[in-house]
């Protein structure tokens, strides 16, 4: 029988755990003394030895010796040779006078043991997220709720980009306590349940959780003198992300969003309500609005 460099590494874990069993390939064997063992570890050497030739310095000690053993074939001495020399002598000759094209690939497209079963498919972002959108929203939403460690992260999250608040700063004198009194107030607020720099935290907020987040502009008129625009902050759910279609001008929509035949967004469907609030409608029978 002939030692692999893997089965030679599992025998020297085998002797400095004190221990007689091993798996080696599709046998299990038991020694009966570390005389045994020690005999086996030395024929082991004396096969890596000559697999690695003419550079026995690689061969691992007790000391180097990684933990893990890997069920791979055992090549003989003579085939050890072979394929040394025709990595190092037949193939470099050859790549030198363009007999042997040179081999260029990246290590994390090639095909081994470890990367046999990884699925890495080429669809776009939409195609990955259309069919686990909702669940995926929700979990974490959950995982907010339930997990102090993810609220804390969502904090601070919202603390370190929006701290206090993002202020604004006008040249003008009149315009910035316009702005301030438009700002600061619940003015500027749709709900009227905060003011510029809540709408701001509320909006990072979302993000975190959510993935997204949809601001609604809303003209308002009232007073002369008054800023005529509230802003009204809303989750992603109101976003009809079911939709998808092509129109007949080249245009299409994508989850909910419309593009032009250009590619620009003109427009967004979306639910009135939050779907998740009523219960006697249907997510399809609720109304939208482009």
Request: glycine fraction near 10%; aromatic fraction near 8%; charge should be positive.
């Amino acid at each position: 029988m002939g030692y692999t460099r893997d089965q030679y590494q599992a025998l020297l874990n085998l002797r400095a755990r004190g221990l007689r069993r091993i798996q080696l390939g599709d046998r299990l064997v038991e020694y009966q003394s570390g005389a045994d063992l020690d005999a086996a570890i030395k024929q082991a050497r004396r096969d890596v030895a000559a697999l690695a030739w003419p550079h026995p310095a690689s061969i691992p000690t007790a000391a180097t010796a990684p933990s893990t053993v890997t069920k791979v074939a055992g090549p003989t001495m003579a085939r050890g040779l072979v394929l040394w020399v025709q990595r190092e002598v037949v193939e470099p000759i050859g790549r030198l006078f363009g007999l042997v094209p040179a081999q260029r690939s990246y290590e994390g497209a090639k095909v081994t043991r470890r990367t046999s079963g990884w699925y890495a498919p080429s669809t776009g972002p939409n195609a990955e997220i259309q069919g686990d959108l909702v669940t995926l929203r929700n979990r974490h939403r959950s995982l907010v709720r339930d997990n102090p460690w993810a609220k804390r992260a969502r904090d601070a999250i919202v603390n370190n980009v929006i701290g206090a608040g993002i202020v604004t700063q006008w040249s003008s004198p009149s315009r910035q306590k316009r702005w301030r009194d438009w700002w600061e107030s619940t003015e500027c607020d749709a709900d009227g349940l905060t003011n510029g720099y809540g709408l701001q935290a509320l909006v990072m907020r979302t993000l975190v959780e959510s993935g997204e987040v949809l601001v609604y502009r809303r003209r308002r008129f009232g007073p002369r003198g008054r800023v005529p625009l509230q802003l009204q902050v809303r989750e992603p759910d109101y976003l009809d992300h079911s939709r998808n279609e092509a129109l007949p001008e080249g245009g299409r929509i994508t989850q909910g969003v419309q593009f032009d035949a250009q590619g620009r967004r003109v427009g967004y469907w979306l639910f009135l309500d939050h779907p998740g609030e009523n219960p006697h409608h249907a997510r399809g029978a609720i109304p939208r609005a482009r």
